[in-house]
């Protein structure tokens, strides 16, 4: 499959167990936010987005947390799964700039 | 709905060399986007087109450029091949301008080795 990041922050964690990635950001003026998921192989595939107005979002076993404060996103995924194992990117944008992504970090799930 | 789809998967070209890489975004999408990855530097974007227009570029030399049509496929295309070219080429698709944020949806990427 395709390598997207040799030296990737690697996170394993025991399936059934929760999840956290964190992302930090330096960009102040950013109001969008967005978490991909990437499997070897495949292009990224979304899976959650937040705008500044907002701290906390839900979706399907995920939540993504927002602290403006600090500058810091995080993308919880609840009761692992070994599908969930891939490389998880958060990104963000403001105004008319392009989606600025991080380098990622490589979700490994141990069964 | 079919995904955004991009041809070819695979291409193999030598340094000096051009290249034309091809994008469909899903039915309804006027922007796409295209970013380049490669292991050292991550995702990085290139440029946007809607509607035909180019609205924003990355800071990539211009031997990389880009088009639009009118039925909102995109091309991008790498003038003068350099081995360090050799990188997963990511099209997105959005229904709306990148300005403002929104989701895009990406395709499987061109994988291109400049040997």
């Known amino acids: 499959g395709e390598s997207v990041g040799l030296h990737l922050p690697t996170l394993s964690v025991q399936e059934g167990d929760n999840s956290i990635i964190n992302c930090a950001y330096s960009?102040?003026?950013?109001?969008?936010f967005i978490w991909y998921k990437q499997e070897s192989g495949k292009g990224p595939q979304f899976i959650i987005d937040?705008?500044?107005?907002?701290d906390k979002r839900q979706g399907q076993r995920v939540t993504v947390l927002l602290n403006k404060t600090v500058k810091h996103l995080s993308l919880q995924i609840a009761a692992t799964q070994p599908g969930d194992s891939a490389v998880y990117f958060c990104a963000e944008n403001s105004g008319n700039t392009p989606l600025v992504f991080g380098k990622g970090t490589r979700l490994s799930v141990i069964a | 709905k079919a995904g955004v789809t991009q041809t070819p998967r695979y291409l193999i070209k030598t340094r000096g060399q051009q290249v034309t890489l091809s994008c469909s975004p899903i039915?309804?999408?006027?922007?796409v986007s295209w970013y380049q990855q490669t292991p050292g530097q991550g995702l990085q974007f290139l440029f946007e087109y809607f509607s035909e227009t180019q609205r924003n570029k990355g800071n990539f030399p211009g031997r990389f450029s880009g088009r639009q049509f009118s039925n909102s496929r995109s091309e991008m295309n790498v003038s003068t091949l350099e081995l360090g070219d050799s990188a997963l080429y990511l099209c997105a698709s959005s229904p709306h301008r990148l300005a403002g944020g929104y989701e895009q949806y990406f395709g499987p990427g061109t994988r291109l080795t400049v040997t």
């Open positions: 937040i705008r500044s107005n907002m």
């Open positions: 039915s309804g999408h006027r922007s």
């Open positions: 960009n102040s003026a950013s109001d969008y």
